[in-house]
């Protein structure tokens, strides 16, 4: 069971591939002779669904083996570690000692640690690239940890200073890949936009997707988020003039009023990305712009609020990851005075994510009558008989023929818009696939 992130759930398909050759997988709720959780630690209610979830496997298995790792593990491994139920702890980045602990038998208490200080690691171990369970797209880790200090935030404690994977090493996992037959591959981090920074000699982030772009190795490469600061004008040009880097970008902005940028610890302004955005619309018309936001912040005043829900139906975005603040011990925030109740964060979260859809809509239906190259993830829906999939600009998109063309980019022409997804008829049939999984076209 994995809880939080991308990173995670990268993780979590790494240790799975490395076992599913020697151990079969049952789903999480079923009896097993090993349960392993990957934990966020994010907020404590991410703690407390860990601490669950150890409860819930023992009631399942009562003489299964119990692991939990991730961030929690990371951050709290000696709380961990005194939970009834709980075999071993392994910290971020101990995939061996993971895999040393799964072929012990189950020992009596107390449990086996397996941590390191994460604040003394330097460079990223490569343990090999993964799609994620649901995804036709495979998710590259290029970057790890993060040198900001945002009041909210646990995660540096968890993974350390920001370090990068070297770009020969990037150019490898993604030939690999591309040998395998995927056709997209999204790069991701924790702090994706501190690529480089630390690697000899320094390098950036828009650097390396050049070189990947001009490669010729995959035909579509996707970015996760990135922090305002760090989305440069070369980037911006880069996407504009590329065939293969697609047009969308998930910028965080977290606020949408300056006095909580500031509490937050943000390094920008309402006005900065305000214009990053503008400017990011002006170069790439038909980019997807999505954000993260947080709601019901210590001290978000309702007035401030309202400037915030302003602020952002003003803003040429397509989509909304909205949170409602939750307090994460251990950060500056949680000691912040004028915490929000429950109920009111709640409600703020419900109309922030209502304009969200709304934007999402709008922009979803300003591309019906329009020719867009789909990727083509999940099965045929069984009531409908409809495949998905998601367009180079991230619009999720219904295919209403048949044909089976997983992991296939299809033309589609769109003529509708309904329950979240538009939908449309492919116009031809994907090149045939080459003899190494790919396509002839590559």
Same mark, same amino acid.
């Given at each position: 069971?994995?809880?939080?992130?991308?990173?995670?759930?990268?993780?979590?398909?790494?240790?799975?591939?490395?076992?599913?050759?020697?151990?079969?997988?049952?789903?999480?709720?079923?009896?097993?002779?090993?349960?392993?959780?990957?934990?966020?630690?994010?907020?404590?209610? @991410?703690?407390?669904?860990? /601490?669950?979830?150890?409860?819930?496997?023992?009631? #399942?298995?009562?003489?299964?083996?119990?692991?939990?790792? $991730?961030?929690? @593990?990371? *951050?709290?491994?000696?709380?961990?570690?005194?939970?009834?139920?709980?075999?071993?702890?392994?910290?971020?980045?101990?995939?061996?000692?993971?895999?040393?602990?799964?072929?012990?038998?189950?020992?009596?208490?107390?449990?086996?640690?397996?941590?390191?200080?994460?604040?003394?690691?330097?460079?990223?171990?490569?343990?090999?690239?993964?799609?994620?369970?649901?995804?036709?797209?495979?998710?590259?880790?290029?970057?790890?940890?993060?040198?900001? &200090?945002?009041?909210?935030?646990?995660?540096?404690?968890?993974?350390?200073? &920001?370090?990068? +994977?070297?770009?020969?090493? +990037?150019?490898?996992?993604?030939?690999?890949?591309?040998?395998? %037959?995927?056709?997209?591959? *999204?790069?991701?981090?924790?702090? #994706?936009?501190?690529?480089?920074?630390?690697?000899?000699?320094?390098?950036?982030?828009?650097?390396?997707?050049? %070189?990947?772009?001009?490669?010729?190795?995959?035909?579509?490469?996707?970015?996760?988020?990135?922090?305002?600061?760090?989305?440069?004008?070369?980037?911006?040009?880069?996407?504009?003039?590329?065939?293969?880097?697609?047009?969308?970008?998930?910028?965080?902005?977290?606020?949408?009023?300056?006095?909580?940028? /500031?509490?937050?610890?943000?390094?920008?302004?309402?006005?900065?990305?305000?214009?990053?955005?503008?400017?990011?619309?002006?170069?790439?018309?038909? =980019? !997807?712009?999505?954000?993260?936001?947080?709601?019901?912040?210590?001290?978000?005043?309702? @007035?401030?609020?309202?400037?915030? *829900?302003?602020?952002?139906?003003?803003?040429?975005?397509?989509?909304?990851?909205?949170?409602?603040?939750?307090?994460?011990?251990?950060?500056?925030? !949680?000691?912040?005075?004028?915490?929000?109740?429950?109920?009111?964060?709640? =409600?703020?979260?419900?109309?922030?994510?209502?304009?969200?859809? /709304?934007?999402?809509? !709008?922009?979803?239906?300003?591309? +019906? $009558?329009?020719?867009?190259?789909?990727?083509?993830?999940?099965?045929?829906?069984?009531?409908?008989?409809?495949?998905?999939?998601?367009?180079?600009?991230?619009?999720? +998109?219904?295919?209403?023929?048949?044909?089976?063309?997983?992991?296939?980019?299809?033309?589609?022409?769109?003529?509708?818009?309904?329950?979240?997804?538009?939908? %449309?008829?492919? #116009?031809?049939?994907?090149?045939?696939?080459?003899?190494?999984?790919?396509?002839?076209?590559?």
């Amino acid at each position: 069971m994995t809880l939080g992130c991308k990173i995670n759930q990268y993780d979590s398909a790494v240790i799975q591939s490395r076992l599913e050759e020697a151990h079969s997988f049952v789903p999480f709720g079923e009896p097993a002779d090993c349960y392993i959780i990957n934990a966020c630690t994010v907020t404590d209610r @991410a703690d407390w669904e860990a /601490r669950q979830l150890v409860r819930r496997a023992k009631r #399942l298995s009562p003489a299964a083996k119990v692991m939990v790792t $991730g961030c929690y @593990a990371q *951050v709290n491994p000696d709380e961990v570690a005194r939970l009834p139920g709980v075999d071993y702890v392994v910290g971020l980045n101990r995939l061996d000692d993971l895999l040393g602990f799964i072929g012990r038998p189950a020992e009596n208490r107390p449990a086996r640690v397996a941590v390191s200080d994460v604040q003394r690691e330097r460079g990223v171990p490569v343990l090999g690239t993964r799609a994620l369970p649901g995804h036709t797209r495979a998710f590259l880790k290029i970057q790890e940890g993060c040198n900001y &200090s945002c009041t909210y935030c646990i995660i540096p404690a968890a993974r350390g200073l &920001s370090r990068s +994977v070297a770009p020969y090493e +990037v150019f490898e996992q993604v030939r690999q890949l591309a040998d395998a %037959g995927y056709q997209e591959i *999204v790069l991701t981090g924790i702090h #994706l936009g501190g690529y480089g920074q630390d690697l000899t000699p320094k390098t950036d982030l828009t650097a390396l997707v050049e %070189g990947l772009a001009a490669s010729g190795l995959i035909p579509r490469l996707r970015l996760s988020s990135l922090d305002p600061r760090e989305v440069p004008d070369r980037l911006l040009d880069l996407i504009a003039g590329s065939k293969v880097i697609c047009p969308h970008l998930h910028i965080c902005a977290q606020a949408g009023d300056d006095d909580i940028l /500031r509490r937050m610890r943000r390094n920008y302004d309402t006005v900065y990305y305000r214009e990053l955005l503008f400017k990011a619309r002006e170069r790439l018309p038909a =980019a !997807a712009l999505g954000s993260d936001i947080i709601v019901g912040f210590p001290g978000e005043t309702d @007035a401030a609020f309202e400037r915030s *829900v302003e602020y952002f139906a003003a803003l040429p975005l397509t989509y909304f990851h909205v949170f409602p603040y939750s307090e994460r011990r251990g950060t500056l925030a !949680a000691a912040l005075p004028d915490q929000m109740a429950g109920r009111v964060k709640k =409600a703020r979260a419900r109309r922030m994510r209502e304009l969200g859809a /709304r934007k999402k809509e !709008a922009f979803c239906r300003s591309f +019906v $009558g329009a020719e867009l190259s789909v990727l083509v993830e999940a099965k045929a829906d069984p009531a409908s008989g409809c495949r998905r999939g998601f367009s180079e600009n991230y619009l999720p +998109v219904a295919l209403r023929r048949g044909e089976n063309w997983h992991n296939r980019v299809v033309k589609v022409r769109l003529d509708g818009f309904a329950g979240g997804w538009l939908s %449309g008829r492919a #116009l031809d049939r994907p090149p045939p696939r080459s003899a190494n999984g790919g396509t002839a076209s590559r």
